[in-house]
């Protein structure tokens, strides 16, 4: 699209949203990434049904098949199959990344929004803490937070949503100082509005494209991180299927049966790289300058 044909789009009274899922469409790789993601939760969802066996069915008889016509992933240490297991992982980690993240936005805006606009000892002391947080590498906190809430998907998910919040927190505490000293603030404090319908109203709306950008990195990232606890065995626990936990079993017999960490491996890689490809997207889609360059 020209620049010269952005005016005309805007005079035809094409509403923001139609240009954003314009630029969407029309940037190739966050709409592969966009049909990657479409692809595992549908895989996620129709896990029963599309799942050729059982993901926790044990057999003595089939121990580390190679992939094959009956078994196309191979089968595990426990004659299970690979990919009936890498099928319902996904629900594990994509289920993870998500909740987490929705988590740490619950968390971390209202806190972000009252720090913007309270000022003062509140928004030091707020600012100070996702500071502190923000110092521990993510990873590392996460593990602590999950080993201290103890191993389970749900205490992960816990962790993951609080290592995350302070991204969150910065996000919007940003947002909030950049729209305080607007006029539609401002009109709206002296008609009398509450500190939380002024941030809920009036400054929520204007940071969404942002922090739909920064949840999708987010889920990425979450992704990771459930993967690397269900790794340590602070994730799901056996004998449900993750992503991660099929990996630590597979580590042992990474020389004899390579195919065990192939698979797995894979979807992690394959999904966080088409949840990266979507962000970049959605942020060059949702940028209200893309139109003039």
Not at 169 to 194: C, F, I, Q, Y
């Amino acid at each position: 699209m020209s620049a010269t044909a952005a005016p005309v789009a805007v005079a035809r009274g094409e509403s923001p949203s139609r240009r954003a899922l314009r630029r969407f469409i029309r940037h190739r790789l966050a709409l592969a990434g966009f049909l990657v993601v479409l692809t595992f939760v549908l895989v996620a969802i129709l896990a029963p049904w599309i799942a050729p066996y059982d993901p926790i069915e044990t057999s003595w008889s089939r121990i580390r098949r190679p992939p094959s016509e009956l078994y196309w992933f191979g089968t595990d240490e426990n004659g299970r199959d690979v990919l009936s297991r890498v099928i319902w992982g996904a629900r594990a980690s994509l289920m993870a990344g998500v909740v987490s993240v929705i988590g740490a936005v619950l968390i971390g805006v209202p806190l972000g929004l009252l720090a913007g606009l309270a000022g003062g000892w509140v928004d030091a002391l707020i600012s100070r803490i996702a500071d502190a947080m923000l110092s521990i590498p993510f990873l590392i906190l996460a593990i602590a937070l999950a080993a201290f809430l103890g191993p389970a998907l749900e205490n992960a998910m816990l962790a993951i949503a609080i290592t995350a919040s302070p991204v969150f927190v910065r996000l919007a505490r940003g947002m909030a100082l950049d729209a305080k000293s607007t006029d539609w603030v401002e009109a709206a404090r002296s008609l009398g509005n509450p500190p939380w319908r002024t941030a809920f109203v009036h400054v929520l709306p204007n940071i969404i494209p942002p922090l739909l950008v920064q949840s999708t990195l987010s889920i990425a990232e979450a992704i990771i991180a459930e993967a690397s606890l269900s790794f340590l065995g602070l994730g799901q626990q056996p004998p449900s299927p993750s992503w991660g936990s099929m990996l630590n079993s597979a580590q042992r017999f990474l020389e004899t049966a390579p195919w065990l960490a192939i698979a797995p491996g894979a979807a992690i890689f394959v999904v966080v790289l088409a949840f990266n490809l979507m962000g970049d997207g959605l942020r060059d889609a949702l940028d209200p300058r893309a139109d003039r360059r």
